[in-house]
C-alpha cells in the first residue's frame, strides 16, 4: 500500500490513530492523538483518510483547549498518622536482676524509672507512653497515678484491655 506524511492512520494491532510525520524505508513516523511520535512498519497500519494533514497550530489550539477544559477535583484521602505509644514494663525483673531488694526499695525503683521515662517522653515530644504495671495489689498503679496527677500536661487512664490486659496504664502527653 502507498502512504505519504500527512495521511491518516490507524495501527491494526494496538489502540493507535494518528498522522504520518515521516516516511523511510518502509518505516512510518506517527504522531498519536496525543502527541507522541511513534516509528510504525508499513505493514502494521491502514489508512484511514488519503490527504488528512493537521497543521500545529490546530494541534497547539485542540491542546490548549483541553488544559482549559474544568477536570473534576481528585478527592485526596489521607490517613491520621498514627504514632504508637512507648511501652515500658514496671516489673521489677525487667528494672534490675538484684533480688535483695525490699518491697520498698523495689516500689521507689519501679517508680524512678516511671518518673525518667515521662520526662524523657516530655522532652523528646513523645505522644503516648504505657506502663506496665501489672495487676498484684495495686500499689504500684495508686502510686503511679500520684506521679501522674501532678503534670498539667498530661491524661492517663487504663491501657486498652485487648493488648494490655488490666495491668497497663496509658499516658497521653499534650505538646504546647
Known sequence: MSFKVGDRVQVLDDDVVGVIKTMNNGYLDIETE????????????????????????????????????????????KREKVIPAKVYDLHIYQLTDRTDLSAFDMLNKQLDFARYQLEKAIKERVPKLVF???????????????????????????????TYGFGATEVKIFQH
Open 132 to 162: 506496665i504495671h501489672g495487676v498484684g495489689e495495686g500499689v504500684l498503679k495508686m502510686e503511679l497515678e500520684t506521679i501522674l496527677s501532678r503534670y498539667n500536661n498530661i491524661q492517663y487512664y487504663d491501657a486498652d484491655f485487648k
Open 34 to 77: 496525543d502527541g507522541f511520535l511513534m516509528p510504525f512498519d508499513e505493514s502494521e497500519v491502514i489508512l484511514l483518510e488519503s490527504g488528512f494533514s493537521v497543521s500545529s497550530a490546530a494541534i497547539n489550539q485542540v491542546k490548549n483547549e483541553e488544559l482549559h477544559q474544568e477536570r473534576p477535583q481528585k478527592v485526596s484521602f
